[in-house]
């Protein structure tokens, strides 16, 4: 994974997302610095993420535990207050992984993935938090609980697998125009006082912060392209 280099600059990058958050805080009277940025580095190498550490970034996304366990070790010890975010599809028997590796688990879907970060956690006395998919467009390929089962799977994730859930994320269909999707996740998650909401990416976190999002996941915005593999 070693990138070519570039003028790819990921702390400038950072810094013009801010403002541009911040811009449409304001318009949606909304508190300025409500929005957090996910910097998701899932396919870029240490060097190319390197540059947003060094300016102070700690929150990064990635897609692929096995991934994220060769990359991160290294820059963790460097960087030891890093908050690394799960944003992919997890598999149970990934579940030890995610949870001795991650601090926060984005993508809770289904009642096994739920039992297996359960009986972890309780293993390894260790709960980073966990926010649970909402498949808003009801795509079968998608992960994700569609929305009308939703109410229980949260309840179950809660009151019999004790998760500690911190709030909902979604991706909205590609073709589709995004604001129902960001406007009813958030009120799902009011519906159920889960105050975090994990929404918008690249072409749409302008939309996603006027809507009620608290963290934003921002992948080619931040690094640039992803490299082929
Ligand atoms: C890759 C990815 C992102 C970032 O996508 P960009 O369009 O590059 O910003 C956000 N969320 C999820 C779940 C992803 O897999």
Redesign the pocket.
Known sequence: MKEPVSDIDPAANLAAIRDELNKALEEASRPIDTVTINA?S?GHDGARIRPALEAGHRIY?E?RVQEAMAKWPGLREEFADVELRL??PLQTNKAKEAVAFFDVIETVDRPKIAKALAKEMDAQDRRPPVLIQINTGEEPQKGGVIPREAPAFIKACTGDYHLPVAGLMC?PPIDDAVAPHFALLRKMADAHDLKVCSMG???DYIAAAKLGATIV?????VFGP?PAN
């Not at 996941?217 to 915005?221: A, K, V």
């Open positions: 998701v899932k996304g897609n944003i992919g991706i990416m690249s072409g996941r921002i992948g080619s915005g992803r």
